[in-house]
C-alpha cells in the first residue's frame, strides 16, 4: 500500500496574480482619467466642470468618482502631478551648472516655462482649487516649502563655496520662490513680455540688486538732490 504523502509533500501550485494585476489595472485606469481630466481643463479652462472631466474621458460622473475617490481626490492627484514636474525642471535646473547666474537663469526659467506650458492647469490648481478647498492652500505651500528648501542648500553651497555666511541662505531662498511666484501669476494672464525676457529682468533684480541697477543711480541722484538744497 503506498504510503500518503502528506500536506506538506504535496507540490504546490502558484498563486494566481490576480489581485496584482488587478491593481495594476486599478492604476492604469486611473491614470487614463487624470490624463482625461488634464485634456479638459487644456480644453476648458479653469472654469471646468467635473461632467465635462468625466465627458472628456467617456464615462459618466459616477464612474470618474469611483475610480479617483471624487472631486477633492482628483484635484489632489493633478497637482500631485503638477508638482512632481515642475521639481523635476527645478531639480535638472539646480544641478545644471557652476555658475550662480546661470543657475538662477535656469532656475526661474524652468519655472516660468511650466506656467507657460500648462497656463490652464496653473490657473485651476492656482486660483480656483486654492480657493475652494482648504486642503489645496496646504498642498500649494507644502510644494513651495520644498522648492525654498531646495533652493536654500543651493545657495548656501554657493555662499560656503565664496566663503561667505550662509546663514542668510533659506531666507534668500524663499524671497526669491516668492517674487518668482508673484511674477508667474502676474504674467500668466497678461504676456506683456515674452519668458526669455521675463526671466532676465527677474535675473538681473535678483543678481545685480537694485542698487547696481540705474534705479539706484536715480535714487543717489535723488538723495545729493535733497543734500543740496
Excluded: C
Aim: no cysteine; charged share 30%.
Amino acid at each position: 500500500m503506498t504510503p500518503r504523502r502528506s500536506t506538506r509533500e504535496r507540490p504546490r501550485r502558484p498563486r494566481p496574480q490576480r489581485h496584482a494585476h488587478d491593481g495594476e489595472r486599478r492604476e492604469a485606469r486611473r491614470e487614463e482619467l487624470l490624463d482625461a481630466a488634464l485634456r479638459a481643463i487644456r480644453r476648458h479652462g479653469p472654469g471646468v466642470s467635473m461632467e465635462q472631466m468625466a465627458a472628456e474621458a467617456g464615462v459618466t460622473k459616477p464612474i470618474l468618482y469611483r475610480h479617483v475617490g471624487g472631486r477633492q481626490e482628483l484635484v489632489s492627484l493633478l497637482a500631485v502631478r503638477f508638482a512632481d514636474d515642475l521639481l523635476a525642471r527645478l531639480g535638472a535646473a539646480l544641478d545644471s551648472g557652476n555658475d550662480p547666474r546661470e543657475i538662477l537663469v535656469a532656475v526661474v526659467d524652468r519655472y516660468l516655462e511650466l506656467i507657460e506650458e500648462e497656463s490652464e492647469l496653473y490657473r485651476f490648481l492656482v486660483r480656483r482649487v486654492v480657493a475652494e478647498q482648504a486642503g489645496a492652500q496646504e498642498a500649494l505651500s507644502a510644494l513651495i516649502g520644498e522648492i525654498g528648501r531646495r533652493v536654500a542648500v543651493v545657495i548656501g553651497e554657493q555662499l560656503r563655496v565664496a566663503d561667505l555666511d550662509s546663514g542668510p541662505a533659506e531666507a534668500w531662498a524663499f524671497a526669491l520662490v516668492g517674487m518668482v511666484q508673484g511674477a508667474g501669476d502676474w504674467w500668466v494672464d497678461r504676456r506683456t513680455v515674452p519668458r526669455e525676457r521675463l526671466v532676465e529682468y527677474l535675473a538681473a533684480l535678483v543678481w545685480d540688486g537694485l542698487g547696481r541697477l540705474p534705479l539706484g543711480q536715480v535714487a543717489a541722484e535723488g538723495a545729493g538732490t535733497r543734500e543740496e538744497r
